[in-house]
């Protein structure tokens, strides 16, 4: 498989110079969808100011008062499912808890939160034992839907978290859907030939430079194409879809995840997104999470024309780094 990149460089004349001096941006291939993205330097330093701890302690005292996801709210104001889906009309396990979503993305919507205590997490907080927990009822409810309705094989477990990433809720949670079509992206990857997976981290395992390691089922990567700063990639064989994951691969996914969100940490991110698609029999499941912009009074959003309408992403902190950051965490 090639890893396809192409450097493409021109001159400008900056700001106090007479002369020309070079610029350049790398545009890579995604090796599994063959969508693009671009590699860039800025003059400035990091496009991404770091973490404000201040306001993001201010944004949690701000928007707890009126959170519907906090203690003296949550069992009130959230939505049950029908005794049809699942008997008890929310999904529990260790302090997580899962609801219908009342804004229905999917035929079928579901929220999580890690704990309705936990209104405030920064991601180094993130352990493995509330993510695991998270997860888990989110593959119940991925489950349940199917036992309820068949047609609904097409499932995602996804995450906003805080305002940079669309969430409109500080809560820390996450979001699942299930119905009958692919979103877009899930299209797109379904129609990937199997062995193409299995070429890409064969590839990736040989090249090593943005390979992280294994956690025991799932292959972690640094993605080579990324969609966003320090996109991160699991691969799953053999759990095609949420529903097939096991308690011991729930808990092994909750580690990594864990682990990720304290790698963003330590890089100075508090903002991310994650999906976790569902695919057809015989593909692997397949996990991409990537940072957002940091909550601050003002800040650059890190969408633009590039993503929304050219869907690709310009970012500054290349897979590389990111591995080399992530060092030996994830060899397990």
Known sequence: MELRREVLQAEIVYPGSDHPGPTSVEVRWDPLTGHTARLVTSPAGALFPPADLGALATLAEESRPTCPFCPERIEQVTPRFPAAVWPEGRIRRGRALLFPNLLTYGHYASVSVYGAELHALRLGEFTPELVGDNLAVQVAFVGAVARHDPAARWASVNANHLVPSGGSLFHPHLQGTAGPFPTTFQGM??????????????????LGARHLGSTGRAEWLAAFAPAGPAELRALVPGAPTPAELDDELVAELGRGISTALGLYAELGFESFNLALYGLPPGHPLLLRMLCRQNPRPFYRSDVMYLERLHWEAAVDLTPEQVAEQAGDRFRG
């Open 189 to 206: 990857l379904a129609e990937v030939p199997v062995e193409r997976f299995a070429d890409y981290l064969a590839t990736e395992r040989r």
